[in-house]
């Protein structure tokens, strides 16, 4: 018995030197709704800002992160100075497919142009020894007309982005898989977004684009860091609470 409590100290006392030891970690984020949320906006938020709260004191986020961002609109316009920031040995999230799909010529990009802007984003941060991770959009709640059942509203962007993480052997978090089945509930669905409502029978056009709500914002980084706790991602693994 006595052994075993002197391993069982021993283990705890390396295990909270390790803690202690730890180098400071810079984590970027860059990308759209709903890792961004709206500004001067106290019902709702972006998931982004709340994943700092998972990770130990060692860790830093800066948030990139805007509602109407797109890969385009990013490398177009504000990635040459957060790529100027990027340190080594540090971290860069990148999560978009909401933004790029707009019809509007600033953002819109198409599937392939949409892979190749993220896989710029990925290379270039690599070269600034920054360690890319992907996490695919927070499922948005689009029901179909004739059977209720919940649609992928991301469809083809998704997928790319998926393709581009596990393609180029960069870590994946699919978040989008992870809150479909989720929402599949639509009691627990309610839990997450600020603006919920499942209108039977109505065009998908004529559906709201739901936005998260403070505690879903909680929620959806809180998945996020038990993901990339979860596959055990050697660059942040130890950070994670």
Known sequence: MRKILSITVLCLLVSTLTAGELKPLNVYLV???????????TLTAGWGRFLVENFVEQVTVSDFSREQ???????????????NELQKKSVIII????????????NHSDIVEFQNNLKQLAKEAKKKGCTPIFVTPVAHRYNSR??????NRFGAYTDALRHVAQGNGYTLVDLNALTTE????????TEFFAEYEIKVGAPIEELPITRLSVEGAQKVAKIVADNLKEQKVKSVKNYIK
Request: glycine share 10%; hydrophobic share 40%; net charge negative.
């Open 95 to 106: 999560s978009f497919g909401n933004t790029d799909m707009s019809l509007d010529e600033n």
């Open 31 to 41: 990308g759209d709704m709903p890792m961004a949320g709206l500004e001067d906006d």
């Open 69 to 83: 961002l797109s890969t385009k609109a990013l490398l177009n316009n504000d990635w040459a100075g957060i790529k």
């Open 182 to 189: 989720i929402f599949k509930d639509g009691s627990l669905a």
């Open 146 to 151: 004739e059977t209720n059942e919940l649609l």
